[in-house]
């Protein structure tokens, strides 16, 4: 979410009336005229008229309040699904998979498949693409450290493919503090324009934010403002580039038992802003105790914008993520 912060650089006198207003978001300046700024903040007339900072801001979330248009509509046309690997999951997803131009979520504790998934669709992608291949298909951001290539080479060499090529094609970034994720994050686009990326993951996407609320270093509002933006730009990415976007969430329940509805995302009403697909991932301990059940995972969809809530299982395999018949 945009903030007043980027206004500083207007006036400080017009920051501190925008901000004593409660106004936070600055789309706002958009409705508004300089008479009605004006008349709403009670500001010296030279402060508005002399300002060539304000007048262009203004004009610019004018254009942003005015996005719709016939080509939001096409926006369909031009999707694509990215298969998870898993008809069963494939189907809380639209059908087909993960949906370009939308962030989707896979939250759940330790070992409930979340890194398997996002490891799957790496190899997928390449498998999709693999007739007109770019330098870098897929783009894995690591903050756990739970990129392991000798899994790759599980999953593509159970398709067939190739896999020295295949490990070449993912651009891993592994990432140990919050200052190398912003850092990451100042250079996503380039990445992703230069190397014409197809798929980005991030495994975590709350881990940073976790370690920064318990340190207690920093307000917790401004962690979450800098959150927000970051999840903000992941929106934008995924529809600039015509990309499916997987992140990863650890959890804020400490339940041993198998309880879906009691385990939710850290941040979740923050996650929820900006992702719509919410799918929860987990193992009941009584079933995967028995050694021919210890790959069974179920997958929950909890939040959606087209699909119902919905349960269904899968499998973590040696060749990877596949479905329980």
Known sequence: MNSLKNLEEIDQDLYKKLKEKGWINPSFLGLLSKNELKEFLDLKPDLINNSTDLDEIMNNYKKKNHIVSKDYFNLAKSSWQLTTGSINLDRLLLMKGLPSRKLTLLYGKFRSGKSQIAHQCCVNSYHQFQEKLPKYVSLFIDTEGTFRPERIQQMANAKGLPVDDVLKRIYVIQIQSNSELKLAFSKIDEILLNYEIKFLTIDSLTKFVRLEIAKKEKEVNLIITEFSQILR????????????????????????????????????????????????????PQITSMPENSGRRFAHLVNSESNSEEITQFLIATEGIIDIY
């Open 233 to 284: 730009k992941l929106s934008m990415l995924a529809i600039k580039f015509n990309i499916p976007i997987l992140c990863t969430s650890q959890v804020s329940s400490t339940l041993n038992n198998f309880n879906f509805f009691d385990i939710v995302p850290i941040l979740s009403t923050t996650l929820n802003t900006y992702i719509k697909e919410w799918i929860l991932l987990g193992e009941n």
